[in-house]
């Protein structure tokens, strides 16, 4: 009986694992800049006057911080990973805990935690952006794509036997 070669086997990434880590790239690029501009708030960042409606926040750095740090290096970590599909020792725990690799539950995560971020920005900002409806389709297409059969099938972790 010949063997078929399926995409995980072959290293060629499904269709929708390549688009999430096409936009994990984007978002982490950009948010790594947005954060950068944001924390060193040289001219770049929004008037210091729409935070006076957000809780616990006085200045652009630590929005600045989270868009860097958690959705700049954040998504590139994800993005590296789930292109590289390489295994953490201390994420093995996810794995086992979700069946896949630990890149699909962080994709998720940052999907998730950005359309959180969009929200808040649509509640407490007084202005409304085109790049607010951008960003919302980026944090949507990262809950979504990851949940597709074929993604969720190339990225099932090899280390993790099925339940049987």
């Known amino acids: 009986m010949a063997s078929v070669a399926t ?5 060629h990434r499904a269709a929708p694992v390549a688009t999430t880590i096409g936009v994990l790239l984007f978002l982490g690029f950009t948010a790594l800049g ?7 708030d040289g001219g770049a960042a929004p008037p210091g006057d ?14 600045g911080l989270v868009l860097g ?10 993005g590296y990973g789930m292109w590289r599909k390489r295994t953490w020792r201390r994420l093995r725990p996810v794995e086992r805990l979700t069946r896949h690799h630990w890149s699909w539950l962080g994709a998720l995560l940052i999907g998730a935690g950005h359309l959180v971020w969009i929200s808040l920005e649509l509640i ?14 980026v944090g949507l297409a990262l809950v979504l794509l ?10 099932r972790s090899a280390s993790v036997q099925p339940p049987g």
């Open 7 to 11: 995409p995980a086997a072959t290293g």
């Open 34 to 40: 947005g954060g950068v501009a944001l924390t060193l």
């Open 50 to 63: 729409w935070l006076d409606q957000v809780p616990l926040i006085d200045s652009w750095t630590i929005p």
């Open 69 to 78: 740090i958690g959705f700049g290096l954040g998504s590139l970590v994800v």
């Open 124 to 137: 407490y900002l007084p202005e409304l952006s085109i790049l607010q409806a951008v960003y919302g389709a």
């Open 146 to 155: 990851p949940l597709l059969p074929s993604a969720r099938s190339h990225l």
